[in-house]
């Protein structure tokens, strides 16, 4: 057997080059309709993020318009955010995951992978470059001409330019083959379902037929940031544990001649040449004052029985805690020497502590969210560690350990929803309000809740009767503010939604004028595919959005038993003022009286009777 | 001389009778109307009584040989919302009769739809209003044509028969029934008519107008003095009411001929005891008339080609079985026999042996028979 297999590396745009199917640019329709939401979206993050009310303008233009699809189009999305610094702009653009994405909050794109992508594939098909105009302090505005060199995952500055410029903001423009007769309704279905879940924002949208649809600002406030936050114990796995072990764990610090300087400082001890006992009288007295390091570093002087110029001319080799011993090299006389350290000491333990690392509650306290000390001790009990185990000293099997019992244990409080950041009822009423005009209508934002440790909240809307044009309930999915147009039929809304026996809420499913807004917030949203547009049937999400359609179908019932009601008593009174004048018509002619009998109370009566129990006025404003 | 005193005498009593019928249905409809003003007058929803007209309440009457309503009645209220509709219909078709009554005009079912319009009392189809207006019937026990309602189907009649009409516009002309060879329809003017004067001593009732042409063109009216109907299968209520009335009025024996089958068994059986779905309607019966053929058993003896019986026609004749008027006599003989044989024979089958077998030879054979039944 000869093998022959060449073993290449090869860069991450050329990776993305050869598996652009996976990030949804697999065909010109789905390409044009990707390269949009890319585009839209980080513009709309950027504001977001900067707090700035978004105004987002796209075009797209076919180069040559007689062509028939699909052919090149040029699609521009210019927004008024924070723009990106000029220095940044070529990495940010011309090279594949490079962002500003990478905390754990919640995003519309996880790593600003797309944009890049994009500008990939249009150089893939066109063969030209991106124009990126960015002006990020409102004075400057930079205009870029790049193209991305694959293989080495570099950008390639074709032209610079600056022209002063007071309008803060980003223009990315870019040269892509599409295919607009076939994504067009996708595309404009996009672009208002964007503007259905961002009412704050105002999105405008040339098309190339020369159709222009413009969504004005709906409410002139924005929901509050979120937040970037510790991670919960629950979406922890061994890996992660150890990157942070090595962020918190102390390092023995070096000892070099500006260390030494610090800790000089730090005593007061600057000029002068001191003693040993002189350095470690002054040491009691200003202990508690003391940076961390130097009180490392004093507490290995204690042991070395060292003043500062011994301490130059050695170098600790080891804190060997189980013998306690103290090794060192000596660069006086070239040689290994060993110190013994006396474990009653306090500098002992200042060294040991160092070394060991923090104790295992201080560790979950101070590192998750939602551990206190408390937590953090219980914890200890149900995974049976002792609380004072040092994080430095766990072994592999420890940490495996560890990290199963985090996700095991049931003590924790559900994961901090400060870094969602949901549109909130308000304006998410406002929106569907506008944008439909029903009769009737009810949001409701559930409490945070988490599947694997990744927090989310489930909003939700539904709206009744009114200008709906549609027949059957609609369906308008959001994720991190994102509007989902493909693969309804797998996601896990339509699903709950499917299973619901709309019967029991007094509503016809086929013919309800009925619209339903769902909206999931995660800092982790499990889509089915790397496309980004169906959500995967967790447990834990499938039974808050089964909650909180209940809760709004109980609203939507009450609404219709009302409507019910109401519509009956006003058919009845109808029937009265229509029948009972006839009847009396009749009889007066047919028994040979001249004056039509007084029946005229009769219907007051049957339409008083109407009106107190429930007119429409009463039911249309109460959801 | 004294027979036609007799018949002088029992049209004056019948045109007295008559005069009666149309003041009682005007004052019993006007007591209708009185009624419901009261109830509103007095603040209260006004309501109908109406006999029950399911298939659990209807009943066969042995003493008066036909179908009669039971005794259950269900009310019809405006107060019932749901009801009000159908009650507002019901008043306004009391309404309109009473109109029709005075005014002595004829309409037909479909005409008391489209008036219904005019009104703002609106018939989703005309099969609404045909319901209202047997309810009516019902609640006055009255047919419709006493409150100049028609249906749309004719028949017709042919003989030596005066009459003179009642209807506006003709009154007091007067007009014989052999006159025009192709028979006259029985139509409200008919069937309001006075019944003058006739030389016939027999009516006969034909189910097919082939036949009654064919008698016509024989001089059956002559040569068995008789006047000749044309039911048109099954015979509508006026010739019904006609065939009473020639039959109390003018003293005339009825004799009906129908196609040798089951369907023909009963149009006989509907003239003489009437039909279910007229329960509640009395006076349209000939309880004396005589099926004098085409008998079941006539098939064997006049040789007549025949063709056989379809699946429903043998369901028809299980199910007459069960019907209390079938159980005896010739009706339960003949309907056993047809079930035995499973073939039938219609009139034209005569034709076999010449044209006018049927009235030469088959006709005065039965006419005998029948004096002995």
Redesign the interface.
Known sequence: MSSKEQFNQISPSEFFYRNRDLAGFSNPTRSLYTAVREFVENSLDACDHSGILPNIHMTIKAVDPEKPDPKQYILTVKDNGPGIPSKHVPLAFGTVLYGSKFGLKQARGMFGLGATMAILYGQITTNKSVKVKSNADGKTRFDFEMLLDIQKNKPVIVKKQETPSTENGLSVSICLEGDYSKAGTKIRDYVYQTSLITPYATISFDDPKGEKFHHKAIIRSMPPAPTIIAPHPYGIDVETIRRMLVDTHYQIPNVDDKMIEKVRKELGMSKKKFTYGEIMKKTEKKWKSLSRPVRVVISLMSFLEADFEKLQRIRIEDVDLRNNKLVYWDYSTSQTLVAEMDVESHYYKQLANTVQGESLTHFLSKRFQRVGPTAALEFCKFAKFKPETRVGNMTDQELVKLSDALQTYEGFRSPDPTCLAPLGDGPLEKGIERRFEPDFMAVVQRTASAYSGFPFVIEMGIAYGGKIETRGTTVYRFANRIPLLYDEGSDVVLKVVKDTDWNRYKVKNDSAPMIIVSHICSTRVPYKTVGKENVADRPEIEKELRLALQFLSRKLSGYMSKKGQAEMAK??AN??S???P???Q????????KKE???K??IKEETALTNSDGSLEEVKKNG | MAKKQTKKETKKQTKKEKIDKSKNLISLLKKHGAQVYEDLENGEFPKFSIPNRSISNIIYDKKLRQYVLGTNTSLRSSRNSSQLRSFTQLLWLAFFANKLTHEKKSSTLRDVYYSSQAFAVDFEDQGESDNIIVDLEAVLSQPREDFYVFPEERSSIFGDLTIEYTIPGYEGKTQNLSSHPDGYAIGPSMTSAELVDTSAELVIAIEKGGLFTRFVEEQVDKKFKSIIINTGGQAPRSTRTLLKRLHDEMGLPVVILTDGDVYGEHIAMVIKSGSANAAHLKGLTVPDAKWMGVWATDIDKFKLPTIPMTESDIKRCYDLLKDPRYQEGLWKRELEVFIKIKRKAELEAFSKYGLNNITEKYLPKKLEESKSF
């Open positions: 058919k009845r029937l009265y229509k029948y009972l006839l009847v009396a009749f009889c007066t002619e047919l028994s040979g009286n009998p007084n029946y109370e009769m």
